[in-house]
Nanobody, 125 residues
Framework: VQLQASGGGPVRTGGSLRLSCAVS????????VGWFRQGPGKDREFVAA????????DYAGSVKGRFTISRDTAKNAVYLAMNSLKPEDTALYYC???????????????????WGQGTQVTVSS
């Protein structure tokens, strides 16, 4: 099982970035991919998640309306489109996968079995 995040970088306040997560080796269809982030001196926090089968999504309140998670089943990829970025969005962003499919657990990092390496997003004012 492999997840590989990419697409981070420096951006100005109000700018946009799109993160990608390449997914391989997971059970066909029966998993959820989530994005988490960890800022300097902070705990890892939930950003968004999407069910591979069906495409149901969930978002943290702090990003709702600004970030959009999507998936491309043909390319085995999950994306996080981030708009109206703020300095407080600065963090190392991770993608992860879990197979419980219980929506109430999507925001809990410990429920995720597989993690990719992070990609750094730095938002400057």
């Amino acid at each position: 099982v492999q997840l590989q995040a990419s697409g981070g970088g420096p951006v100005r306040t109000g700018g946009s970035l799109r993160l990608s997560c390449a997914v391989s080796g997971l059970p066909s269809g029966r998993f959820v991919v989530g994005w988490f982030r960890q800022g300097p001196g902070k705990d890892r926090e939930f950003v968004a998640a999407i069910a591979w089968r069906g495409g149901t999504t969930d978002y943290a309140g702090s990003v709702k309306g600004r970030f959009t998670i999507s998936r491309d089943t043909a390319k085995n990829a999950v994306y996080l489109a981030m708009n109206s970025l703020k300095p407080e969005d600065t963090a190392l962003y991770y993608c992860a996968a879990e197979g419980t499919l219980i929506r109430s657990s999507w925001s809990t990092p410990s429920q995720y079995d597989y993690w990719g390496q992070g990609t750094q997003v730095t938002v400057s004012s």
